[in-house]
């Protein structure tokens, strides 16, 4: 047993010192040599020596081309040919073409274009142009051009255009052009060419013109793509924003859709419940009508929109029991006169009946109220209003109206 452990404290020394020079030596007949407990059939004249059979404990050798199975681990100072099993790991100088499975690691100096399996880690000094399945993670100095999956991260020093997938994030030095899929984040460094997707967030450092998936959030500082979650982020929105909340700082040329778009651009095209611009303007509203008989509501007013969301009381009148709603509008204005605006909305009012449900009525109801508007700035902040049009109140439970009638309503504008 002594000299079982002796055995593997070096062949796993010798895995740590290989994986650290990898990527300094071009020559890998430098690499320090280890212990070969193996039954190998090999061939000399050909240099380097080529091993097409390797049956062991642990083994070094200089060329596999053919099969190597060990118990402990298998070093290939060249390159690798073919099928190789360790039970803790294989290490190859150079280029592996093949297949290679191991209980915690697989190591290439340079370039993978096979399929690389692992417990723990699989690790490429270069490029990997196939598959690399992990328990822990994935890693390419430079590139991958296959697939990765991993159960907790995959990472490339520059370039991903493949596909990654893990339960926790995919990261990439530079750009990413394949499909990257996570548990969590995935990150670009650069720019976005394809798709990420995660539970959680999406990152593009530059730019992304592809497209960011994600449930709570994406960021970009360059948006040509789409971007569609929760919160979406660009510093530059030249794409599509889809989400609850969109935010945009700088140029906008398109679109935000969600039920907050902000942006600090004029020009921005927002589609959206509150559409908050550098000009719009935040008002107050008081007002009371034969519908809903005290309301305030907060308008945000934009070039020729506006929006607004508010309360009002005693829907089914001051002669029942206390009733109440919310109420949305969305709508455009045009100006008369340097004091007269007319504009037109559609508003949709939640209604709650609170103890009227036991008088006979149900307990939430809803209305449709388009309407027509008149107001007049007495001054700056200072605004009285008219408003006309017709209302539907109707039960949510089924297609038929509790009310329809003429509506009116008058107020007040400050701000």
Not at 75 to 85: D, S
Not at 125 to 144: A, Q
Not at 285 to 292: E, K, W
Not at 309 to 323: A, I, P, Q
């Amino acid at each position: 047993m002594n000299r079982l452990s002796k055995y593997i404290t070096i062949a796993f020394t010798s895995c740590v010192f290989i994986c650290a020079q990898i990527s300094a030596e071009e020559r890998p007949q430098k690499l320090k040599k280890t212990p070969n407990i193996a039954i190998n059939i090999s061939r000399h004249k050909k240099i380097p020596h080529r091993t097409y059979l390797n049956l062991g404990l642990l083994s070094n050798f200089n060329y596999l081309n053919g099969l190597g199975v060990n118990v402990i681990s298998s070093i290939t100072l060249w390159n690798t040919t073919g099928l190789q099993f360790a039970g803790f790991a294989n290490v190859t100088g150079m280029n592996v073409k093949g297949l290679q499975f191991s209980g915690i690691a697989n190591v290439t100096g340079k370039n993978t274009y096979g399929i690389n399996t692992s417990g723990l880690m699989n690790i490429n000094g270069k490029n990997s142009y196939g598959i690399l399945v992990s328990g822990l993670g994935n890693i390419s100095g430079e590139s991958n051009y296959g697939l990765m999956v991993s159960g907790l991260i995959n990472m490339t020093g520059e370039k991903s255009n493949g596909i990654m997938l893990s339960g926790l994030a995919n990261i990439s030095g530079n750009e990413q052009r394949g499909f990257i899929i996570s548990g969590l984040a995935n990150v670009s460094a650069t720019s976005l060419k394809g798709l990420q997707m995660s539970a959680l967030l999406n990152t593009a450092g530059e730019s992304n013109c592809g497209l960011q998936l994600a449930a709570l959030g994406n960021v970009s500082v360059k948006n040509k793509g789409m971007q569609t979650a929760l919160f979406n982020y660009a510093a530059q929105n030249n794409g599509i924003q889809i989400g609850m909340v969109n935010v945009n700082k700088e140029e906008c040329r398109g679109v935000q859709l969600g039920i907050v778009n902000i942006s600090k651009n004029e020009k921005a095209r927002q589609i959206g419940f509150f559409n908050i611009k550098p000009y719009t303007r935040p008002q107050l509203i008081l007002s009371g009508g034969n519908t809903s008989k005290l309301n305030v509501l907060v308008q945000l007013k934009n070039k020729y929109t506006y929006t607004q969301v508010g309360l009002g009381t005693y829907y089914l009148g001051f002669d029942k029991k206390f009733s109440a709603t919310g109420i949305y509008r969305i709508g455009v204005y045009h100006t008369l006169l340097p004091k007269l605006e007319i504009s037109a909305d559609m508003g949709y009012y939640h209604i709650e009946t609170f103890k009227n449900k036991d008088n006979g009525y149900a307990a939430r109801m809803y209305a449709l109220q388009p309407r027509i508007n008149l107001e007049y700035r007495i001054m700056k902040k200072l605004g009285i209003f008219v408003s006309g049009g017709y209302n539907w109140t109707r039960n949510y439970s089924h297609s038929g109206n509790f009310d329809k009638k003429v509506c009116f309503e008058t107020g007040i504008v400050l701000f």
